[in-house]
């Protein structure tokens, strides 16, 4: 087996193991964080069991993806939105995670083809209440997501949030837990959602505590990123 394929093995049996001893009963998918990695280690993680990966900057993802027809990859953007690339995501993925404002959203649904099924996306929530971060505050959350899940091209799957980066344990399970307690609170008030995307490589097990449905895992898998690539 490769480094990425002994890697990948690695991170699947810690979901598990972390799954079993937290009682936990969703099913927890691994999104593979490609961006800055080259097509070839995509390629290898593809061939090694993985078949959905995340891309953080467009234009890089868009060359990746031309350089990957050959396989049945689902692609997931995960960075954050400009106006001017609505149309572009809108058109080569399937999944955005990262719609944190109207604006974006209307863009979204009004650039997915037709001949496309609806584009699934979650929203991106502020749990860090961060300035300098993208995401939508937690009382802002119902009236966006009501708008979405009017949106005919448009799919309203769940919530995303990136926590302010701690060494802290208990500071960044509270985070998480404040997004989830978000998710429950809008199941309860009738949204069909079924996907909570939290945690990252070096935060994940505490993430499935909380009861996220996908973590997105870039440097675990893949090593340190070259940021060579085009943003």
């Excluded at 050959?70 to 058109?91: C, M, R, V």
């Excluded at 971060?133 to 799957?157: D, H, T």
Aim: glycine share 4%.
């Amino acid at each position: 087996m490769t480094t990425i394929a002994n890697r990948l093995q690695d991170i699947l049996a810690t979901i598990q193991s972390t799954k079993s001893t937290n009682h936990c009963k969703q099913h927890v998918s691994l999104l593979a964080v490609s961006k800055a990695q080259s097509s070839q280690a995509i390629r290898e993680a593809f061939f090694a069991g993985q078949k959905i990966f995340g891309e953080n900057y467009l234009q890089e993802a868009i060359e990746k993806q031309s350089q990957l027809t050959d396989l049945n990859i689902e692609w997931h953007f995960i960075g954050p939105i400009q106006s001017n690339k609505t149309q572009l995501i809108a058109q080569n993925f399937s999944w955005v995670h990262s719609v944190d404002r109207l604006k974006i959203a209307q863009r979204l649904n009004d650039a997915r083809p037709e001949n496309l099924a609806p584009l699934q996306v979650c929203i991106q929530v502020n749990s860090s209440n961060e300035v300098s971060k993208s995401g939508v505050a937690p009382k802002e959350l119902e009236s966006l997501a009501i708008a979405i899940a009017l949106m005919p091209r448009l799919k309203l799957r769940g919530l995303m949030s990136i926590p302010e980066p701690s060494n802290d344990n208990n500071k960044q399970r509270a985070q998480f837990k404040q997004v989830r307690e978000c998710y429950d609170a809008l199941i309860a008030k009738g949204f069909a959602l079924d996907t909570l995307s939290i945690g990252m490589s070096d935060d994940y097990t505490i993430a499935i505590e909380q009861g996220a449905t996908i973590v997105r895992i870039g440097s675990a898998l893949f090593g340190a990123r070259k940021y060579a690539a085009s943003k």
